[in-house]
């Protein structure tokens, strides 16, 4: 591990390596670390799973104590890796409430933010891309493969019983 975060690094089992790569990873790599699921509506209008949050997105909390909370993204700090939502704070020691940061895989997207023209009009080419691949026929079987034999399986052998002495 010569190198902080070099781009070809391919993957290891070692934990303390996974997490140094996510670290020490360029702002670029992270960006797609903070992509967050889609609800079922938005997933079958744009045909996909996930994407980039953005600041104003609606969101809702899947787990933590903040778990069914719901709001607009304030913040999104991709060095952290970390969302702050709207109605999600924490009461400090003085009495003053906080911002709580939440991982991106603990949040689901209820309905996006689409005054960048940029992200509507990638999210709608992605769809239409997407619907396209749905559209496209089957083949037919081909009369070979209908005739093929299944084969059967040949019954196993009986074990022998053991014959208990007397």
Known sequence: MKSLWHKKWNRS???RKQRKYLHNAPLHIKHNLVSVHLSKELRKKYGKRSIPVRK??????????FKGHSGKVEKVSIKKTKLFVENVKVEKNDGTMAPYPISPSNIMITSLNLEDKKRSASLERNSEHNKKKEKKPEKPKTTEEKKKPVKEEKPKKKEKKEVEKK
């Open 56 to 65: 104003g997105d609606k969101v809702i909390v899947m787990r933590g104590q």
């Open 13 to 15: 089992v070692q934990p």
